[in-house]
């Protein structure tokens, strides 16, 4: 049984930080891919950052490019957040046979997510 669970989510004001957890259960990391996205209510999802688990790069969107970066494994650290950065962040792990998204230029069959963890910045 495959689950993806992330925690760290919270509330910042403009300029602060969070740092984004992904702790992965039942998925062999002959996986390849781990991505991170958000979501806002309405708007379509969008790909923030992705590695390749096999000692790949490491991708990031244009618009947290310099400010978000992966550490401690697949943790997501986000500094210098805005209102833009406000959203529902997911983690999600490749899958065979799913959708192709894309992260960060990065495209993978992301089948695994999680639950969501919600980031406010305000």
């Known amino acids: 049984h495959v689950q993806l669970v992330e925690s760290g989510g919270g509330s910042v004001q403009p300029g602060g930080s969070l740092t984004l957890s992904c702790k992965a259960t039942g998925i062999g990391y002959s996986r390849t891919c781990l991505g991170w996205f958000r979501q806002v209510a309405g708007k379509k999802r969008e790909g923030v950052a992705a590695?390749?688990?096999r000692g790949g790069g490491k991708v990031y969107a244009d618009s947290v490019k310099g400010r978000f970066t992966f550490s401690q494994g697949y943790n997501l650290q986000m500094d210098g957040l805005n209102p833009d950065d406000a959203a529902t962040y997911y983690c999600a792990g490749d899958k065979s046979g799913a959708p192709v998204s894309c992260a960060g230029g990065h495209c993978c069959r992301f089948g695994y997510w999680g639950q969501g963890t919600q980031v406010t910045v305000s």
């Open positions: 590695v390749h688990t």
